[in-house]
């Protein structure tokens, strides 16, 4: 079993500068992680994502959720076949800028 947190983190000066020819913007900032944060958990298995914690109801376990693409991607740029249990602790507010 592997356990990851994915810390939150508070935006300390950010600069949104120059639009670029893709449409976004280059940004400059300084943060600052805090010890909180999401917590990912992977244990062996087939290709699934629970969601628990505070926030769990604010974010789907479908096939759009960024834990599980990120398997798939990880899966397919290694050539293996995509496995895990994922259990996101959804401890930070999702869209709350925090990151987690």
Known sequence: MIIETAPAKINLALHVRARRTDGYHEIETLFAF??????????????????????A???????????L???????????VTA?????LDKRLPVASGIGG
């Open 34 to 55: 805090l010890r909180d944060g999401d917590v990912l958990t992977l244990s062996p298995g087939d290709l699934s994502l629970a969601i628990a914690g505070s926030f």
């Open 57 to 67: 109801n604010d974010l789907a376990a479908d096939d759009d959720n960024l834990v």
């Open 69 to 79: 693409r990120a398997a798939r991607a990880y899966a397919a740029a290694f050539g």
């Open 83 to 87: 496995a895990g249990t994922f259990t």
